[in-house]
């Protein structure tokens, strides 16, 4: 009995209890489904770049070209960013522009439309993280930050573990298209979703 105990302290000790409120549920299983959309494919990029005549140094160039123009946009749009009100619509905005760019990815017909893709991909992350990081910040407590910061952390890494499990099973089964046909459409799913939500709740 003391030993059962002693475990369940440490994993209570390891693990938040803290409740989230409504606000902040809704974004992290929102935002942990389209960490688990994108990491379904994120390990398997260079396997499927190579499959349309990719060479190592190519797969190389064109990845980089997604990491690149995020980061770049991020700092002009999270200036821009600061004066929009509805941050949730640009979050939403970003899930539909992602979603966008794994449709292209099930129908790719060459190098030059696969670059195309990585720069629109980085173009819907770089509106969705600052706004979600905005959007999160702005219901969490003063008191409880950490606890609700790491439970969406934590959240966001097993999503990715389970991700890149899942995507292995279906791309052998099924293959990519089927893999990108469901990871666009979730993603559209999830902008409409948020899109729909009262503006109060987030």
Known sequence: MNRN????????????TRKLKKSLRILVLANAAMVFVVAMFAPFYAVYAQKINANIAIVGLSWAVYPIVAGFLTFL????????????????LSYMIRGGAFFSYAF??????????????G???????????????????????????GQWEGMALMAQGIAAVT?????????????FGAMSTVSFLLGIYIWKLPRELL
């Open 5 to 16: 105990i002693k475990i369940f302290n440490i994993i209570a000790g390891v693990f938040p």
């Open 77 to 92: 749009f999270s200036r821009w960013q600061m004066k929009v009100k509805e941050q949730e619509l640009m979050l939403a």
């Open 108 to 121: 790719m017909g060459g190098i030059l439309q696969l670059i195309l893709t990585q720069i629109l991909w």
């Open 123 to 149: 173009i819907g992350s770089a509106l969705g993280a600052p706004a979600f990081d905005s959007l999160y910040s702005s219901h969490t407590s003063n008191e409880g930050s950490v606890a609700e910061w």
């Open 167 to 179: 995507s292995g099973v279906i791309i052998q089964a099924v293959g990519y298209t089927w893999l």
